[in-house]
């Protein structure tokens, strides 16, 4: 049974670009997070999905960043124009549904270190 | 809005030694608290879950206590290794399960050979 699967693992971009980050959940996980890493920084909430539903986007920035769990496929975070403060560490979890008795534990991936140019 | 406190930021200890890492919240309201840790560049591996209902959890070498009332948790590890070095987060969920679950900034540790 695969873990939460990241990719890519870096990913470098020029400042105007936009980047895409995906994340690929536990089998049988059915909500996704995505946190925000900085040096020497704990991890910073920005959005609480689950298939084609957002259930808290709280903590993302009101504009260039939007984050998507479709149907079928990975769950997206997407950075439009990126700038040089974008650069950070992208971590996405996953954890099973909401059913009764369901812990909310979370399994991580492995991140994406995004550099902005 | 619900802040987790971690102190202190690094800590330092020979091998062998019994430490404690501490995690405060400001709403004693949670659904549940967990420790991670986490190594350099990778990502966090969860190492207990406590219920909002539950006093402590333990897992081998590890034990975590939860005082709701007071908003703290500890983790305490025993007879600690170089290998126990990581960078150690709490996070909490709450009040209801289904909230957004809230990161400490985590604690830096390292045990000296």
């Known amino acids: 049974n695969a873990g939460v699967m990241q990719n890519p693992r870096h990913l470098v971009r020029r400042r105007g670009q936009e980047a895409r980050l995906r994340c690929s959940p536990m089998?049988?996980?059915?909500?996704v997070y995505w946190y925000r890493q900085l040096p020497e920084e704990g991890l910073k909430f920005m959005v609480y999905l689950q298939k084609e539903n957002i259930i808290d986007e709280s903590g993302m920035p009101k504009e260039r960043f939007s984050a998507e769990f479709p149907k079928e496929g990975p769950s997206i975070l997407r950075i439009q124009q990126v700038v040089r403060g974008d650069s950070a560490a992208y971590f996405c979890?996953?954890?099973?549904?909401?059913?009764?008795?369901?812990?909310?534990?979370?399994?991580f991936g492995s991140g994406t270190q995004l550099s902005v140019l | 809005k619900q802040e987790v406190t971690q102190i202190p930021a690094a800590l330092s200890v020979p091998e062998g030694e019994n430490l404690v890492l501490n995690c405060s919240f400001t709403?004693?309201?949670?659904?549940?608290l967990q420790w991670f840790r986490q190594d350099p560049g990778k990502g966090l591996t969860s190492l207990l879950l406590i219920q909002s209902s539950q006093r402590e959890q333990t897992s081998g070498r590890l034990n975590a206590s939860l005082d709701k009332s007071s908003g703290r948790s500890t983790l305490y590890i025993a007879a600690s290794q170089p290998g126990d070095s990581a960078t150690y987060l709490c996070?909490?969920?709450?009040?209801?399960?289904?909230?957004?679950?809230?990161f400490g900034k985590g604690t830096r540790l390292h045990i000296l050979p």
């Open positions: 979890a996953s954890s099973p549904g909401l059913e009764a008795g369901a812990e909310r534990k979370l399994f």
């Open positions: 709403d004693s309201a949670i659904y549940n």
């Open positions: 089998k049988g996980h059915s909500h």
């Open positions: 996070a909490v969920t709450g009040p209801n399960r289904d909230d957004k679950i809230i």
